[in-house]
C-alpha cells in the first residue's frame, strides 16, 4: 500500500514563517510537523511514501531523503495547488495501478490506532468531534459507522464530525475517476477541487465508506493549534528531552516539558514549560514559555511567552507575545 501525502500547500496561515520554510517542516516537541506524520506511518507498517510538493518543495524533498534514506519514496511537483483533490490526481502516475492507497495531509498531527484503520475492510475515513464542523470537511454517518453523505465547509452542518485528512481507499481507479469528472465539469467547493466532493461523488456511485474515530486530530495550520500540539505532545512520554540530556548552562531554570536542540548555549535563563528549541539557540538573560523557538535563532534579555520564533531569528530586550519568521532582527533596547 503507498501512502500519498499532499505537501504542496503555501501555508499561508503561518505567514510569516512559511515565507522560508515550508509548514510541513515547522518544528513541534522537537521534530518537524512531517516527521511526528511519517514517523506514525512508518511504525504501522507502511514503507511506500509519495509526496506532492510544490511551494519550498524541494526543501521538504531534501529532508524526507536524507532523514528516511531507507524508505520508497516518490516526489510529484504539483504546479498550480487546485485543491485536495486535484493534488490526488497529480500523483495518478504513482497510484493507478495500486490496489488501495493511504492518504495523509503533510499539517495534520493524529493520534488514532492506525493499524484498525489499514485492516478495514472497506474504504474508510478518520473522523473527529469538532466545535464549528463549518471550516472543515463533514462526514454524515449511521450507528454502524457507515458514511452517509460527506460535504465540504458546510454552510448549515448536520453533523460536528470534521473529516480530519486520514483515509484508506480501496477503490484507487474509482477514486481517480472521480476527480476526473470533477475537473472536466469543474465542479469545486470554495474554488477548488475538493476530495471531499470525489469522495462522496464514490459514495453515491455505491462504494462503502467506513468511520474511524481518531482521539487526537491537530490541524498544525495556525500559531494558537501550532503551539497547542506542542505542548500536548511534550507531555506525551518520548517527546521532551529529559533532565540527563539538557544542554550544560550557567544560571538556568528548565521547567518541564521541554524539547532542546542540539547546540545550544543557554545561560542566566528560565525556560518552560512547553517549549521547543531548535538546534544551534543562543538564548541569555531570558525567559521563554509556551513557545517554539527555531535554529539558529538568538534570544538576549527577552521574555517571551506563546510565541513562534523562527530560524536565525534575533530578539533583544522585549516582553511580548509574537509570531515572527525566519532571518528576523528584532531590537527592542
Known amino acids: 500500500m503507498k501512502v500519498v501525502i499532499p505537501v504542496a500547500g503555501a501555508g499561508t496561515r503561518l505567514r510569516p514563517h512559511t515565507y522560508t520554510q515550508p509548514k510541513p517542516l515547522m518544528p513541534v516537541a522537537g521534530k518537524p510537523i512531517i516527521r511526528l506524520i511519517v514517523d506514525k506511518l512508518v511504525e504501522a507498517g507502511l514503507t511506500e511514501f509519495v509526496f506532492v510538493i510544490g511551494y519550498l518543495g524541494d526543501k521538504i524533498r531534501d529532508y524526507i531523503e536524507e532523514t528516511y534514506p531507507n524508505l520508497h519514496t516518490e516526489f510529484v511537483y504539483q504546479e498550480s495547488r487546485e485543491g485536495s483533490a486535484h493534488a490526488i490526481i497529480t500523483a495518478r502516475e504513482c497510484i493507478e495501478d495500486e490496489d488501495e492507497i493511504f492518504i495523509a495531509f503533510g499539517d495534520t498531527i493524529f493520534d488514532l490506532d492506525l493499524k484498525t484503520m489499514l485492516n478495514c475492510p472497506h474504504s474508510c475515513i478518520g473522523v473527529k468531534k469538532v466545535t464549528d464542523p463549518r471550516e472543515f470537511g463533514v462526514a454524515e454517518f449511521g450507528e454502524d459507522g457507515f458514511v452517509t453523505r460527506l ?36 465542479i469545486r ?24 474515530l481518531v482521539s487526537n486530530w491537530f490541524d498544525c495550520g495556525r500559531k494558537d493549534v501550532l503551539l497547542e500540539t506542542n505542548a500536548m505532545l511534550l507531555n506525551q512520554r518520548g517527546y521532551a528531552t529529559d533532565e540527563f540530556h539538557l ?34 539557540v543562543h538564548i541569555s538573560y531570558s525567559i521563554v514559555k509556551d513557545s517554539i523557538i527555531g535554529n539558529f535563532a538568538g534570544l538576549q534579555d527577552a521574555v517571551l511567552n506563546h510565541s513562534v520564533i523562527g530560524s536565525d531569528a534575533s530578539i533583544k530586550g522585549m516582553n511580548l507575545s509574537l509570531n515572527i519568521g525566519d532571518n528576523t532582527e528584532i531590537d527592542f533596547g
Do not use: W
Request: charged share 20%; hydrophobic share 40%; net charge negative.
Open 151 to 186: 460535504v465540504e465547509k458546510p454552510r448549515i452542518p448536520k453533523s460536528n464530525m470534521a473529516i480530519v485528512g486520514l483515509y484508506k481507499i480501496k477503490e484507487v481507479s474509482a477514486l481517480l475517476r472521480a476527480i476526473d469528472h470533477l475537473i472536466r465539469n469543474d
Open 247 to 280: 544542554p550544560e548552562t550557567e544560571n538556568t531554570i528548565f521547567i518541564h516539558p521541554v524539547a532542546i536542540g542540539a547546540n545550544c548555549h543557554i545561560n542566566n535563563s528560565i525556560i518552560g514549560p512547553n517549549v521547543t528549541i531548535g538546534d544551534n
Open 189 to 212: 467547493t470554495v474554488g477548488e477541487y475538493q476530495l471531499t466532493d470525489a469522495l462522496q461523488y464514490l459514495l453515491e456511485s455505491g462504494v462503502k465508506f467506513q468511520t474511524i
